[in-house]
């Protein structure tokens, strides 16, 4: 009897050792979410050369490990954005094309060529060709399978997001179509008779069985009886986002549009000025005009003059956040600062300056062009684009801020700044909010950081500058992140 009960011990002794075991190991293999990353590839130039790369994230480590069948053509070149939707089931992915003379489209004005001005009496020389949506659907480990393609109503589209119910997915074009109607078209939305040309949204309806898109009509504008397929909104525009049941566009309209009438706009317009709120019907799918959307909503910086360069307009945390990438003057801290954030509350479609007002950026970095707030509305981060050319700039680099809960006001962490590939795209947070992973273009690289939920500090994949960065195909342009993985 003796024996038998030892030997019974054991017995569960070891069955409780493979258990524990088991469980272990079985963690350590676990892959939390799939991380996929547009971008071009340098060993494939030309008009074709857009890719998605796509990685499984693992719980224990944040190590990345590539997806077998990965990465896979994007469906056109150049593409710029991407957006996942329907319960990490659909993805879509906006390649931006190329122009005539075989120059990549990017988010530039559409009067410029690889970085200079330029005129023609021919629009199209500036229209971007190629430029389509690409459906992708999201099997089993994370492979990706093209379903279809679709085109948008303007011209040289450049920037797309998806509404929360996942029902529309809305994308941003430089100019709206090329036709003679559209000149009386914005001005009467304006009601200004300066503009002579907009850009514009198109939406889409998304079918949440297939994925597939249909174009969603302007139910409040009509030309000649036929309504339009497209919603304006000012020239020159550099970014959107939908914040509080208003979709908002950053713009950037240039002095010839405006100078009679808004002489008080800066000159020459180098980036993002003007606000233009359109009031969002998420049920259809329907952008209206409100008494807000007057065309001229100048943003003002910290000092109360008109903001120069705003680089994007992003929403997080139902705060809306305006990155400036101006040299001012910050009266709160006496000093100057290469870039500022401007956060604001959203009300009736207006921007109302968030008690505080302009947040300095860290001076060490430049450029910044997205926000992420963590899971848990502690942090904000910034990610800063820099100088740009070098796979090493130092100016490149997210600035850590902690979060007041009640005010919502923005201090710096300690320490002030976190390291990043050169020229940052995106950032974002992984499904189990761990870890932190932002793609870059002048680096090619991905990489990741851990999130420390009591400082907001970020640290290295385990302590590893090497373990920290991943290697992509080409440049790195847009990120997204899924959690499911079946």
């Known amino acids: 009897m003796k024996f ?127 430029a389509n949506i690409t459906l992708f659907t999201i099997g089993g480990g994370g492979v990706l399978t ?21 029902n529309y997915l809305l994308v941003l074009e430089k100019s709206a179509p090329l036709t003679p109607d559209a000149q009386g078209v914005c001005q009467g939305v304006m009601n200004n008779a300066n503009f002579t040309n907009c850009g514009d949204v198109t939406v889409f309806g998304i079918n949440q069985t297939t994925g597939r898109l249909s174009t969603i009509l302007n139910a409040q504008q009509s030309v000649n009886g036929a309504t339009i397929t497209y919603f304006p909104v000012p020239a020159e525009p550099v ?50 005009q409100n008494v807000n959307s007057i065309g001229t909503y100048v943003l003002t910086n910290g000092d109360g003059d008109p903001v120069q360069k705003g680089t994007n307009i992003v929403t997080a945390s139902s705060y809306v956040y305006v990155l400036d990438n101006e040299s001012v003057f910050n009266t709160k801290t006496s000093t100057t600062v290469p870039s500022q954030i401007l956060p604001y509350t959203v009300s009736g479609g207006a921007l109302t300056s968030q008690t505080g007002g302009a947040v300095p950026n860290d001076p060490t970095l430049s450029d910044p062009v997205n926000v992420l707030i963590e899971s848990k509305n502690k942090f904000l981060y910034v990610i800063n684009d820099g100088q740009g050319n070098s796979t090493s700039d130092p100016s490149s680099g997210i600035t850590q801020f902690v979060l007041d809960p009640s005010s919502h006001q923005l201090t710096p962490n300690s320490p002030p700044t976190s390291g990043s590939g050169s020229k940052p795209q995106c950032i974002l947070e992984d499904p189990t909010n761990q870890y932190i992973y932002t793609a870059s273009y002048d680096s090619s690289t991905v990489d990741g950081r851990v999130l420390d939920p009591n400082t907001g500090v970020l640290k290295l994949l385990r302590d590893s500058a090497t373990a920290s960065s991943y290697t992509l195909p080409g440049p790195a342009t847009w990120c997204v992140v899924t959690g499911r993985t079946n």
């Open 4 to 130: 038998w009960n030892f030997g019974k011990t054991l017995l569960m002794a070891a069955l409780s050792a493979g258990v524990i075991f088991g469980f272990t190991s079985c963690t350590q293999s676990f892959s939390v979410g799939y991380l996929y990353i547009t971008g071009v590839s340098t060993a494939n130039p030309g008009n074709n050369n857009g890719i998605i790369s796509g990685y499984k994230i693992d719980n224990n480590t944040g190590k990345l490990t590539t997806i077998h069948g990965l990465p896979v053509a994007s469906g056109g070149a150049n593409p710029s954005r991407a957006v996942l939707i329907s319960g990490g089931r659909f993805l879509y992915v906006l390649n931006m094309g190329v122009n005539k003379a075989g120059i990549p489209c990017d988010s530039v004005t559409t009067a410029e060529l690889n970085g200079d001005a330029v005129t023609s009496a021919d629009p199209t020389d500036f229209e971007c060709f190629g």
């Open 146 to 166: 093209q379903e279809g393609q679709y085109t948008t109503q303007g011209v040289n589209p450049f920037r797309m997001v998806a509404d929360s119910s996942g």
């Open 239 to 288: 970014g959107f986002t939908i914040a509080s049941g208003y979709l908002m566009t950053l713009a950037a309209p240039n002095k010839d549009e405006y100078v009679s009438s808004v002489t008080h706009l800066p000159t020459p317009y180098t980036s993002g000025n003007i606000a233009f709120p359109y009031t969002y019907d998420s049920t259809k799918g329907q952008l209206t």
